[in-house]
């Protein structure tokens, strides 16, 4: 009954509508120009909102793209792309409302709730600090590194918690570099200098790096700061000796930590006298801005504005010996002894690999015992200048060769290594000082970054000949291949090349700026605890170092295969060596950054609003700025063609299109779209001029639709499921007669949507003499089948518009396609693809559970396709 009285009331309000029309008198030719002229301007606005909805949806694809690509991003582009999104959604609002005034006013207000939520996700900042300017070691725990960063956070909690002996000192705090930046008002001025050139470019980096740092250096320490510090350092001389020197050490906030270790990234001002100790400070400081330090904040997408810099302040060592202690093989899971790297005079030398070091093994057994010893003659050391800083000096031949520490200190560093292990529970990166009492200090402590299985290579293969250089030790694994570029100055390291061969005479850690576009590292210096060598691995690059005189051998320009696995370089691209490569990392998954995109898309790209029939497809439906943009586009339509009928102007009125066959084809001209004026309510294709519309529909019947395809029992148990339980779907059930089809056309332009069955259909395109303003886009969503098949058929259609060069965009059982820049006969061609597809593709998703039938289908569609 209520189904009847539903009908009854349809009927009743065309009746009287009818009655309504009739009595009216026809329009004066004032009216008509009236109603025109309205036209005109209701084209122009509707023709804005597409050019805004197509912007939209480009932006959406390019914010999605970022994240599943492993491309880099930063805040600046979530920002620019969130701002360029939400000025055209905003204009589509305002378009839409222009074209029915008051009816879709709540767009507004879900608009500006929505951008709350991104607002909120985008806008939010690190967890509040504690406010003291200057915290001393003894009170610093590993639990303070919000306050005093992981580096000195971990060096606390070794010296309080464990009892190991450290250099004493101090740390100036994240508070204070709040204090700093807001002073100086810092922040907002970087933030604005990223916002108009944000770098893309090795030289454009450099350029930003040395204006930031310079903006930093010239601020001023605020007074009250500067007196904390100080008021520590006469602390710690009181505790130490007067006029102590001191190391100036970064502590950031993220660094040292197991997702990133800015391994060399940061500067650490050494043997600083006391009158130099603020300005040290502001150099550290103004370090975050060096290229390697901004590099690295890009590739693991870190925001700038959350990275404080600490900086620890601890007495100098005067160290007899220094360097590295692994508590296991970086390269290999299975190898668990302890390495030691250790040189002469401090520890600097190792970390930066300019120096050579000793190597300790120490196997873990009860009680441990050096396994291998292998000392090298160290001709050059660090040590700390009586001017103040560090100076490298030449070593006496009798000292080079003997070994920085006897097994006893081995086996004692060990031992505090694995302690430091245990206490941590997993496998440390110690870096260590020998003082000339024979103390052993430790000066920094922080997780180990380790392959998760054993590399692949191992033993080198046999020497065949083909070998360019051999030998040297693997700082980072894997295999690649490129041109060599040799970097031997800024200047070189400005015209790097992306996909080379970085060549080094030492592995610099600044040079690990350019670890984004090689493909691999090779160097005559160095060693696999350098702090480049560390980033390599965090990067996924293969490294080579410690290769001498043999590097001389690889040229400038040539082409050459790293096999860091097998210790070995060939000319040319070895395709052997290279069957063992492996995919980079996404560097960025996972981090700030990245999950702030991801935030930001749970408010952007989910869509919720599908079936114009249903219920729920209303304004004040809109959960994501997605839905408004589909609402916006499918109300501008439906404004578009009730214009004609709400004003009784047959000029513009819709008119269903005259076919052989009998089909729901509507279509509207906006401006030229028909070879000349069209009375009456039917048009045929041949008073049609729009080129895109005619090679659309010739799509639809280049090849006769056979029908769908057969189903078996449990296909078709599966439409009655996804009817039953999707209430989108239950208004097709009753109505057959609403498949229909919507075009809107010009003369070079045809926007056309379409609901067949189960399956929603946009088509958008422009096609003329320009091929650089042409286009075409395609939105698919649907079907009868579950969920999983419906998936499957998108990446179906997906795959097979892919291999025809469009950019494609899948989000479960939805799809966006697009291609641009063709010539004209090239885009028609591919307008009659997207006919053929629209047709073709109908319910294929009832088979997309068995592989074999769906693979005929594959090879059917591009057979059909490549004669269209």
Same mark, same amino acid.
């Given at each position: 009954?209520?189904?009847?009285?539903? *009908?009854?009331? &349809? $009927?009743?309000?065309?009746?009287?509508?009818? @009655? %309504?029309? =009739?009595?009216? +008198?026809?329009?004066? #030719?004032?009216?008509?120009?009236?109603?025109?002229?309205?036209?005109?301007?209701?084209?122009?606005?509707?023709?804005?909102?597409?050019?805004?909805?197509?912007?939209?949806?480009?932006?959406?694809?390019?914010?999605?793209?970022?994240?599943?690509?492993?491309?880099?991003?930063?805040?600046?582009?979530?920002?620019?792309?969130?701002?360029?999104?939400?000025?055209?959604?905003?204009?589509?609002?305002? *378009?839409?409302? &222009? $074209?029915?005034?008051?009816?879709?006013?709540? @767009? %507004?207000? =879900?608009?500006? +709730?929505?951008?709350? #939520?991104?607002?909120?996700?985008?806008?939010?900042?690190?967890?509040?600090?504690?406010?003291?300017?200057?915290?001393?070691?003894?009170?610093?725990?590993?639990?303070?590194?919000?306050?005093?960063?992981?580096?000195?956070?971990?060096?606390?909690?070794?010296?309080?918690?464990?009892?190991?002996?450290?250099?004493?000192?101090?740390?100036?705090?994240?508070?204070?570099?709040?204090?700093?930046?807001?002073?100086?008002?810092?922040?907002?001025?970087?933030?604005?200098?990223?916002?108009?050139?944000?770098?893309?470019?090795?030289?454009?980096?450099?350029?930003?790096?040395?204006?930031?740092?310079?903006?930093?250096?010239?601020?001023?320490?605020?007074?009250?700061?500067?007196?904390?510090?100080?008021?520590?350092?006469?602390?710690?001389?009181?505790?130490?000796?007067?006029?102590?020197?001191?190391?100036?050490?970064?502590?950031?906030?993220?660094?040292?930590?197991?997702?990133?270790?800015?391994?060399?990234?940061?500067?650490?001002?050494?043997?600083?006298?006391?009158?130099?100790?603020?300005?040290?400070?502001?150099?550290?400081?103004?370090?975050?801005?060096?290229?390697?330090?901004?590099?690295?904040?890009?590739?693991?997408?870190?925001?700038?504005?959350?990275?404080?810099?600490?900086?620890?302040?601890?007495?100098?060592?005067?160290?007899?010996?220094?360097?590295?202690?692994?508590?296991?093989?970086?390269?290999?899971?299975?190898?668990?002894?302890?390495?030691?790297?250790?040189?002469?005079?401090?520890?600097?030398?190792?970390?930066?690999?300019?120096?050579?070091?000793?190597?300790?093994?120490?196997?873990?057994?009860?009680?441990?015992?050096?396994?291998?010893?292998?000392?090298?003659?160290?001709?050059?050391?660090?040590?700390?200048?009586?001017?103040?800083?560090?100076?490298?000096?030449?070593?006496?031949?009798?000292?080079?060769?003997?070994?920085?520490?006897?097994?006893?200190?081995?086996?004692?560093?060990?031992?505090?290594?694995?302690?430091?292990?245990?206490?941590?529970?997993?496998?440390?990166?110690?870096?260590?000082?020998?003082?000339?009492?024979?103390?052993?200090?430790?000066?920094?402590?922080?997780?180990?970054?380790?392959?998760?299985?054993?590399?692949?290579?191992?033993?080198?293969?046999?020497?065949?000949?083909?070998?360019?250089?051999?030998?040297?030790?693997?700082?980072?694994?894997?295999?690649?291949?490129?041109?060599?570029?040799?970097?031997?100055?800024?200047?070189?390291?400005?015209?790097?090349?992306?996909?080379?061969?970085?060549?080094?005479?030492?592995?610099?850690?600044?040079?690990?700026?350019?670890?984004?576009?090689?493909?691999?590292?090779?160097?005559?210096?160095?060693?696999?605890?350098?702090?480049?060598?560390?980033?390599?691995?965090?990067?996924?690059?293969?490294?080579?170092?410690?290769?001498?005189?043999?590097?001389?051998?690889?040229?400038?320009?040539?082409?050459?295969?790293?096999?860091?696995?097998?210790?070995?370089?060939?000319?040319?691209?070895?395709?052997?060596?290279?069957?063992?490569?492996?995919?980079?990392?996404?560097?960025?998954?996972?981090?700030?950054?990245?999950?702030?995109?991801?935030?930001?898309?749970?408010?952007?790209?989910?869509?919720?609003?599908?079936?114009?029939?249903?219920?729920?497809?209303?304004?004040?439906?809109?959960?994501?700025?997605?839905?408004?943009?589909?609402?916006?586009?499918?109300?501008?339509?439906?404004?578009?063609?009730?214009?004609?009928?709400?004003?009784?102007?047959?000029?513009?009125?819709?008119?269903?299109?005259?076919?052989?066959?009998?089909?729901?084809?509507?279509?509207?001209?906006?401006?030229?779209?028909?070879?000349?004026?069209?009375?009456?309510?039917?048009?045929?294709?041949?008073?049609?001029?729009?080129?895109?519309?005619?090679?659309?529909?010739?799509?639809?019947?280049?090849?006769?639709?056979?029908?769908?395809?057969?189903?078996?029992?449990?296909?078709?148990?599966?439409?009655?499921?996804?009817?039953?339980?999707?209430?989108?779907?239950?208004?097709?059930?009753?109505?057959?007669?609403?498949?229909?089809?919507?075009?809107?056309?010009?003369?070079?332009?045809?926007?056309?949507?379409?609901?067949?069955?189960?399956?929603?259909?946009?088509?958008?395109?422009?096609?003329?003499?320009?091929?650089?303003?042409?286009?075409?886009?395609?939105?698919?969503?649907?079907?009868?089948?579950?969920?999983?098949?419906?998936?499957?058929?998108?990446?179906?259609?997906?795959?097979?518009?892919?291999?025809?060069?469009?950019?494609?965009?899948?989000?479960?059982?939805?799809?966006?396609?697009?291609?641009?820049?063709?010539?004209?006969?090239?885009?028609?061609?591919?307008?009659?693809?997207?006919?053929?597809?629209?047709?073709?593709?109908?319910?294929?998703?009832?088979?997309?559970?068995?592989?074999?039938?769906?693979?005929?289908?594959?090879?059917?569609?591009?057979?059909?396709?490549?004669?269209?």
């Amino acid at each position: 009954m209520k189904r009847l009285g539903k *009908k009854f009331k &349809a $009927l009743a309000a065309r009746f009287r509508q009818t @009655l %309504f029309h =009739r009595g009216r +008198a026809p329009l004066t #030719e004032a009216e008509m120009a009236d109603l025109r002229a309205e036209f005109r301007s209701r084209y122009k606005d509707f023709i804005k909102l597409l050019s805004a909805n197509r912007r939209s949806l480009e932006t959406m694809s390019e914010m999605e793209s970022a994240l599943e690509s492993g491309r880099v991003f930063g805040m600046v582009f979530i920002r620019s792309r969130m701002t360029a999104l939400a000025d055209n959604v905003r204009l589509m609002i305002e *378009k839409l409302d &222009a $074209l029915g005034p008051g009816r879709h006013g709540d @767009l %507004f207000e =879900r608009f500006d +709730a929505i951008q709350e #939520e991104i607002g909120r996700t985008v806008m939010r900042g690190p967890a509040p600090v504690m406010s003291d300017l200057v915290v001393h070691l003894d009170d610093v725990g590993r639990e303070s590194s919000d306050t005093v960063g992981a580096k000195m956070a971990n060096l606390g909690e070794v010296r309080n918690a464990l009892g190991l002996a450290t250099p004493p000192g101090f740390v100036i705090t994240a508070a204070a570099y709040r204090a700093f930046f807001e002073h100086n008002g810092l922040q907002e001025e970087i933030d604005r200098r990223y916002f108009v050139t944000m770098p893309h470019t090795t030289d454009q980096l450099f350029e930003m790096s040395s204006s930031l740092r310079r903006l930093v250096m010239g601020a001023e320490v605020p007074h009250d700061l500067r007196e904390a510090i100080l008021g520590a350092y006469r602390k710690l001389e009181s505790e130490t000796a007067s006029g102590v020197r001191v190391s100036l050490r970064s502590s950031g906030i993220g660094e040292d930590t197991a997702q990133a270790s800015f391994a060399g990234q940061y500067l650490s001002r050494l043997n600083v006298p006391p009158d130099e100790i603020v300005d040290a400070y502001k150099e550290v400081v103004a370090s975050k801005y060096s290229p390697q330090a901004m590099h690295y904040r890009f590739q693991r997408g870190l925001r700038d504005a959350d990275l404080a810099m600490c900086v620890g302040c601890l007495a100098m060592v005067d160290c007899a010996g220094g360097g590295v202690a692994y508590t296991a093989n970086p390269l290999d899971p299975s190898d668990i002894d302890v390495q030691i790297t250790a040189a002469l005079g401090l520890p600097k030398g190792v970390v930066e690999g300019d120096v050579p070091a000793d190597l300790y093994v120490v196997a873990r057994e009860e009680p441990p015992r050096v396994r291998e010893r292998k000392v090298e003659p160290k001709h050059v050391s660090h040590v700390n200048s009586p001017q103040g800083g560090v100076e490298r000096l030449a070593t006496d031949k009798e000292r080079a060769e003997r070994p920085v520490l006897t097994d006893g200190q081995s086996v004692e560093l060990a031992v505090i290594a694995l302690r430091l292990e245990e206490h941590y529970g997993s496998p440390r990166d110690v870096e260590w000082a020998l003082d000339r009492d024979g103390r052993i200090l430790i000066l920094q402590c922080r997780p180990l970054n380790r392959l998760d299985s054993v590399r692949s290579g191992v033993p080198a293969r046999k020497h065949d000949g083909r070998a360019l250089v051999r030998g040297g030790s693997a700082a980072s694994p894997g295999v690649a291949s490129g041109i060599v570029r040799w970097v031997r100055n800024d200047s070189d390291a400005k015209e790097f090349p992306r996909g080379c061969v970085l060549a080094l005479s030492r592995p610099d850690p600044e040079r690990a700026a350019l670890l984004g576009k090689a493909v691999a590292v090779l160097a005559r210096e160095g060693t696999l605890e350098g702090h480049l060598a560390t980033v390599s691995r965090e990067y996924g690059i293969p490294a080579l170092f410690h290769l001498g005189d043999a590097v001389d051998a690889i040229e400038d320009g040539m082409e050459v295969t790293v096999d860091a696995d097998g210790l070995s370089v060939y000319r040319g691209r070895d395709e052997a060596a290279m069957a063992r490569s492996r995919p980079r990392s996404n560097l960025m998954e996972g981090s700030r950054i990245y999950k702030t995109l991801q935030g930001v898309l749970n408010h952007v790209a989910p869509l919720t609003l599908i079936n114009p029939e249903s219920p729920d497809f209303q304004a004040s439906g809109c959960r994501s700025m997605h839905d408004i943009i589909r609402y916006c586009h499918e109300m501008s339509v439906k404004e578009m063609f009730e214009f004609g009928k709400r004003h009784r102007f047959p000029e513009r009125a819709a008119k269903q299109l005259f076919t052989d066959v009998p089909m729901h084809y509507w279509v509207i001209d906006l401006d030229d779209g028909f070879r000349h004026e069209v009375k009456g309510r039917y048009v045929k294709m041949k008073d049609i001029a729009c080129r895109p519309m005619r090679a659309l529909t010739a799509g639809f019947t280049a090849v006769p639709w056979e029908g769908p395809p057969a189903i078996s029992g449990r296909g078709f148990a599966s439409i009655l499921f996804e009817a039953t339980a999707n209430p989108e779907l239950g208004v097709h059930l009753k109505s057959p007669a609403k498949d229909k089809t919507y075009f809107m056309i010009s003369r070079h332009y045809v926007n056309v949507q379409s609901r067949m069955g189960f399956h929603f259909t946009t088509v958008d395109a422009f096609v003329g003499e320009d091929a650089a303003e042409n286009y075409a886009s395609f939105s698919f969503s649907g079907g009868a089948a579950d969920l999983d098949r419906r998936v499957t058929r998108t990446r179906f259609i997906g795959d097979i518009l892919e291999e025809r060069g469009y950019r494609i965009r899948v989000n479960m059982d939805s799809l966006r396609a697009r291609v641009e820049g063709l010539e004209e006969e090239a885009m028609l061609r591919e307008l009659r693809v997207l006919g053929y597809m629209v047709m073709h593709t109908r319910q294929l998703d009832m088979i997309m559970d068995q592989p074999k039938r769906v693979a005929r289908y594959g090879e059917k569609i591009r057979k059909d396709l490549a004669d269209i």
